[in-house]
């Protein structure tokens, strides 16, 4: 591994179950353990898996339809169960649902053509996010001095 292909973010409490998730470039993203008694907006940790899983597989599949046709519609839902059982907390029965629309005309006909096609490669090969938890990459944790 080097030092280009390491990839990271800082999570800090800012108060009780309130957290800031920020990257190396400066990008930063609240979110919480719950929507709390103050009926809090921000995404949980298990929502932004769910945001991960879909924005990454959006990215891939846009940059292969759009170079064709811009589409007039795009979106990605992304869902899955929380469930407790004796493998602990975890998700199940992950699923992600595309539904793009092009132009009428041939540029939006290969773009509509080539859509199952880059939904499979994001899938199968592209999406970094949901070949991790795919394929079940182990997760290390370390408690330091702060």
């Not at 719950?34 to 945001?51: I, N």
């Not at 839902?77 to 699923?95: I, P, S, Y």
């Not at 595309?98 to 939904?119: E, H, K, M, N, Q």
Request: some cysteine; glycine content about 10%; hydrophobic content about 35%.
């Amino acid at each position: 591994m080097t030092e280009d292909s390491l990839r990271s973010v800082t999570v800090e409490r800012t108060a009780t179950g309130r957290f800031t998730a920020t990257n190396a470039r400066g990008g930063v993203i609240t979110l919480a353990a719950g929507a709390g008694p103050d009926g809090g907006s921000e995404f949980t940790p298990v929502e932004l898996l769910l945001a991960a899983i879909g924005g990454c597989s959006a990215v891939d599949v846009d940059v292969s339809t759009s170079r064709h046709s811009e589409p007039t519609g795009f979106t990605v839902t992304v869902t899955g169960h929380k469930v407790t059982d004796g493998l602990g907390n975890r998700l199940t029965d992950l699923e992600v649902t595309f539904s793009v629309a092009f132009p009428d005309g041939a540029p939006g006909d290969r773009a509509r053509t080539i859509l199952p096609r880059a939904v499979k490669a994001s899938h199968d090969r592209l999406c970094t996010v949901s070949r991790t938890v795919e394929t079940g990459t182990p997760v290390t944790t370390t408690v330091t001095d702060a």
